[in-house]
């Protein structure tokens, strides 16, 4: 099993910049990879960013030039950078690793709120 804890998040005005943090523990040898998701109040989780082992990024369109993830594998841990932030990136952001053929496991979720 993998236990992931978050760190970071909070309340940040428009255009100003927040770092989340997720550190991994338990049968980190089967992560493949790390990252976000967000689910904002009355719509669907959807990906933020995800990074491989090999250090290999995907983000969604929403995020790109603004948001940047990272790992330091030696820590097991994830490190999202979200600067620019508009009201839209407001949500609950979960932290994601992915085992592949063993499934995922969840974070307990930060909130980061934008205002306007």
């Known amino acids: 099993q993998v236990h992931l804890v978050e760190s970071g998040g909070g309340l940040v005005q428009f255009g100003g910049s927040l770092s989340l943090s997720c550190e991994a523990s338990?049968?980190?040898?089967?992560?493949?990879?790390m990252g976000w998701y967000r689910q904002a109040s009355g719509k669907q989780r959807e990906l933020v960013a995800l990074?491989?082992?090999?250090?290999?990024?995907n983000y969604a369109d929403f995020v790109k030039g603004r948001f940047t993830i990272s790992r330091d594998n030696a820590k097991n841990t994830v490190y999202l950078q979200m600067n620019s932030l508009k009201p839209e990136d407001t949500a609950v952001y979960y932290c994601?690793?992915?085992?592949?053929?063993?499934?995922?496991?969840w974070g307990q979720g930060t909130q980061v709120t934008v205002s306007s």
């Open positions: 994601y690793a992915d085992m592949r053929s063993r499934g995922g496991a």
């Open positions: 338990g049968s980190i040898f089967t992560i493949y990879a």
């Open positions: 990074i491989t082992r090999g250090g290999n990024t």
